[in-house]
């Protein structure tokens, strides 16, 4: 399998509903299309699980309910194939990617990052997309047993030092604050 090298790689990770995505986009609007692309560990998953139970891809994509009435099966589907093989869905990921600059949305795993690493050594800056409880809760997150006290969601709590831990509670000049003194620190070329 061949990808082209990135200049950089933003590996995201983040609770449900701390606005990873969102981010995402913002950052890809700065820097443009062209020069950035948004991959999603959970896109290639999503893909071959709707495929295996005749679902909705885009649905499950999306971030609505549909998604939500899923996620506990699709989080075992997920783990049984990387027990098999931890960097599957990150090969899948990658391997259309050919711009500069790589935003992974949805690490979840040490071994997310691991395979990253490994393979893009020095190329990778670990970013924290963070929002409070009470935030997270009016964007329509609920706790749930067997998610949110999973590895899914708690397999980076710790063990992990990010380079940038961004604020993501809704207040747009302190995101765009943290978002240009995080873009400015990456590499040119
Ligand atoms: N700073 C913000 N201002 C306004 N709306 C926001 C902000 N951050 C996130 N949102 C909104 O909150 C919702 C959740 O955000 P997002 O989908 O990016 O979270 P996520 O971390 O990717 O969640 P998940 O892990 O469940 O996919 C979305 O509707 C998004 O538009
Ligand atoms: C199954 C899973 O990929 C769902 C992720 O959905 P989302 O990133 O919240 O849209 C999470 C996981 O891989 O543990």
Known sequence: MTHTQPRAILLFSGKRK?????????????????VCCILRLSAPLKLQYAQDHDLDYEQLLGCGQYKERHRVEMIRWGEMRRRQDSGFFCRLAVQHATRPVWIVSDCRRRSDVQWFRQEFPGRCVCVRVEASEQTRSQ???????????AESECGLDEGLQFDWILQNDGEHERLEKQLEEL??????T
């Open 139 to 149: 964007r329509g997150w609920r706790f749930t047993t067997g998610v949110d006290d």
């Open 18 to 34: 701390s606005g990873k995505d969102y981010v995402a986009d913002l950052i890809q609007h700065r820097l443009t299309a062209e």
């Open 183 to 188: 873009l400015s620190s990456l590499p040119r």
